[in-house]
């Protein structure tokens, strides 16, 4: 049995002009067809699997509902959430996700029939949290409807390939943010009040800077220690003790990373100091040891290259006018040389047309009214603003 492709169509149509400000979420989020699941579910990587027997029996505005719903469950990362407090009954997870979200579309008339809790079904009150309700007693329902891993973390059978990464899901969660935000704006009260304080809590420079940033250095880090290859550099163990002859050991290289930070006068050490703790901490649940983790401060010159245990350790010289250009330069001379720079700047400064040869990664700090300075266009970015 195939799948309704029109109907699918149709409820994105319908679900987009519901809720325009979740059309980036919604057509992210692909449909594919799985026979028997008996329900339509999302999983972890934002694919929904629909029963084809299951879409057959509703129609495209009910499709359409089901699609804001499930996507509402990635947005809100309910999976991420559900794993943070330990839930054990996922059953009761997943009707108190339901009514978290479903308080917020009933405004437009988008709660779906098949996953119709809201919070006065569970005895709790309008506006909470999954958590919140979660901890309150368990109410008793007929049916259950299924609404996959998305929602709960756990792996469904029917569930397919990984679907969108997480970095590419942190970038729609941002990206929907701001256009909640954006239609709360251009048209007050035309947005449900919970899914608005979800994208302000999202956004809050604090938060959003920190996830950005975040998900770049994984990325990153990801990227250039990713690949598991067979190497002569250290001998394997079982070769040492049986002969003579290196034997090839299974070798994982974790990158150096270099740090730069602009010391410049206009830049402003609370904030960079938080910025440059931020990223020590990144990198540090990213496995990797102070030992490649060099931090280079920088103005027109280069004032200290330095191989820190912390964040603490850096002491900030210079000030003046900036060249992050030199401390890029400085960085590639290092030896081993970096694969992954992070540099951490106001942005006032001119910078090399050529990428160099590691990722980077462009920390723009951005505090109180002050205009940052352009970021190069092969650096990935974030800008780093103070709450
Ligand atoms: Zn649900």
Redesign the pocket.
């Known amino acids: 049995m195939t799948l309704d492709q029109h109907k699918v169509a149709a409820a994105r149509v319908w679900a987009t002009a519901r809720m325009p400000y979740l059309a980036h979420a919604v057509f992210a989020a692909r449909v594919r067809a799985v026979e028997d699941t008996g329900t339509i579910s999302i999983d972890q990587g934002w694919t929904i699997t629909a029963d084809p027997a299951v879409l057959g029996e509703i129609d495209a505005v009910e499709t359409g509902r089901l699609m804001l719903?499930?996507v509402s469950?990635a947005l809100r990362d309910h999976a991420e959430r559900a794993a943070a407090i330990g839930v054990e009954h996922k059953g009761w997870w997943?009707r108190c996700?339901?009514a978290e979200?479903n308080d917020d579309l009933r405004v437009v008339d988008a709660v779906p029939r098949s996953?119709p809790d809201r919070p006065a079904d569970l005895g709790c009150a309008d506006n909470g949290l999954a958590e919140a309700y979660y901890g309150a007693p368990e109410t008793a329902q007929g049916r259950r409807?299924d609404?996959g891993s998305g929602?709960d973390g756990e792996s469904r059978d029917w569930e397919g390939d990984p679907g969108l990464s997480r970095h590419q899901q942190e970038l729609l969660q941002n990206r929907t943010a701001a256009d909640v935000q954006e239609a709360a704006e251009r048209d007050p009260g035309s947005v449900p009040e919970g899914l608005l304080r979800w994208a302000d809590a999202l956004r809050t420079s604090r938060v959003d800077w920190r996830r950005a940033l975040a998900a770049e250095i994984r990325h990153a880090v990801a990227s250039v220690s990713g690949n598991v290859d067979y190497t002569y550099r250290k001998p394997s163990r079982r070769g040492a003790a049986a002969h003579p002859v290196i034997l090839p050991s299974l070798h994982r290289p974790l990158p150096l990373v270099a740090v730069v930070c602009d010391t410049s006068g206009s830049m402003h050490d609370d904030l960079l100091a938080r910025a440059l703790a931020e990223v020590e901490a990144l990198l540090t649940r990213a496995g990797l040891r102070s030992a490649q983790l060099r931090v280079l401060a920088v103005d027109t010159q280069v004032h200290a290259v330095s191989t820190v245990t912390s964040a603490r350790q850096v002491t900030l010289a210079g000030g003046g006018g900036t060249d992050m250009g030199a401390g890029l330069e400085a960085a590639m001379r290092l030896r081993p040389r970096p694969s992954l720079v992070v540099v951490l700047t106001d942005g006032h400064t001119p910078w090399p047309r050529k990428a160099p040869r590691a990722k980077v990664v462009v920390g723009i700090l951005k505090e109180g009214g002050g205009v940052p300075g352009p970021a190069p266009e092969w650096a990935r970015t974030i800008l780093i603003e103070d709450a």
């Open positions: 719903h499930l469950h997943n996700g339901d979200i996953a409807w609404c929602c």
